[in-house]
């Protein structure tokens, strides 16, 4: 009743309650038509999450690239934000794996929410947010706990002064159903947050009648007897202790595990992209990027060229739902430039200089004789010196810095690798790296 675009996700597996379904945005946070809709079969919340999957320039066949995309370009980017996440796991606990549901439910519960208000059939959760969802686990913004047929239990959390949103998430790693069932939960927990004022908020809920009007109406609270995680967010919650409270409603397996996962939104913006040490070229576009809780008050964008001395606007009046800028490089070059983004009385700036430098250009193997092969390229405009590398093991490891455009390096003719240069500025910033040039 809803047309080819709804409940669309395709498989069993990714229309498993434990797995991690991920719809496919463009850069900016528009959902691709390619990307498949939710429900899942039994009314669940589908996609789970959201992440860039188009117009992707990545590595082919043959050492080339192209462009592509698509959910199968998505999907990686969240399986790297989950390696990452358990890596700073064991950084934080040395020898100790991170459990699956607890990563999940930092990704969903710390997710940018975009689409409608709360989750929906089109985005899930939301677009990750890889800095919010590492910052949950190193601020232990999480509590482990259990029930049974049932039980209760009550968990506080103490929400500071000037909180803009306050979110809160339980999510537990349900056990396998039946798969003739019509409803894929097994074991049904329940969550409700009580505020100060003893007022009880429920988490959000959406309809999935298969009418246009239900599927696309944004969540309402209400009690949640499908997914395995819910959340309840909060606006401008006053400073005190909040209650949340879990019930077993339902829990024929014997005893289920469960997160309680929560964040804090305030005023405050922070510069995620740049962050210093990056190589921008004059004329090309990068996208800056920024983390905020989103209010009414515009954005306004600067950069610097002389480590904050002086300031040139780049954009003012940025519309307040945006949080990326299309910026075309100047041709301002130096090596001590940074990006600053402000609202009202709150800014943040990259943490430490990035460079605008033009790419050294024409690189070539000139020769290659027995055991010596001579590189040279063509002069870059600002550039004081150049950096050499060399593909290595693992990385293209830098092996000379040179000031003038060619240099002879000790490699025979038998040795199969590849070769790149990038400008270096006058207080030794580093621009990005051409192309590399392969030696056969």
Known sequence: GTGAAWGSITGGFKQGKNAIA?????????????????????????????????????????????????????CPGIA??????????????????????????????SAED????GPDFTYGWGRVNAFRALNTLQENRYILDSLSQG??????????????????????LDVEGDPVASIALVNDLDMTVEDPSTSVFEPWILDPTPVI????????????HLNNMEQVTIDNPAQGSYIVEVNGTLIPSGVQEYYVIWEFQSEEIKLTYPDGGEGFVP???????????????????????DM????????????????????????????????????????????????????????????????????????????????????GAKYMDSVATVTGTSIQLSISDTVDTWFSVRSIGANGGKGRRAVAVHKF
């Open 151 to 172: 039980g209760s239990n009550q968990h506080v959390i103490l929400v500071p002064a000037n909180t803009r949103q306050l979110k809160c998430m339980v999510y537990w």
């Open 283 to 305: 004329g090309e576009t990068e996208a800056l990027r920024w983390d905020a809780y989103e209010g009414t008050d515009l954005f306004s964008l600067q950069y610097s060229v």
């Open 22 to 74: 991920c719809g496919n945005l463009d850069a900016y946070g528009v959902l691709d038509a390619s990307s498949s809709r939710g429900p899942s079969e039994d009314g669940r919340v589908k996609p789970d999450i959201c992440a860039n999957g188009k117009d992707q320039n990545s590595t082919r066949d043959e050492n080339r690239y192209q462009i592509g995309g698509g959910t199968s370009a998505a």
């Open 114 to 117: 975009i689409g409608n208000p």
């Open 213 to 224: 009007i239900n599927i696309t109406a944004p969540a309402v609270r209400g009690v949640d």
């Open 308 to 391: 904050g001395g002086s300031w040139t606007n780049i954009m003012t009046s940025i519309p307040a739902d945006s949080r990326q800028f299309v910026w075309t490089i100047p041709s301002n070059i130096s090596d001590r430039v940074l990006v600053r983004i402000n609202r009202g009385i709150y800014s943040d700036q990259s943490d430490n200089a990035l460079a605008i430098m033009r790419l050294p250009s024409v690189l070539n193997v000139d020769f290659v004789c027995l055991n010596l092969t001579q590189l040279s390229w063509t002069a870059a405009n600002g550039a004081t010196s150049y950096e050499v590398s060399i593909l």
């Open 80 to 109: 790297g934000i989950t390696a990452q996440l358990v890596q700073g796991y064991r950084e934080l606990f040395p020898g100790t794996e991170a459990p699956s549901p607890l990563l999940k439910g930092c990704m969903l519960n």
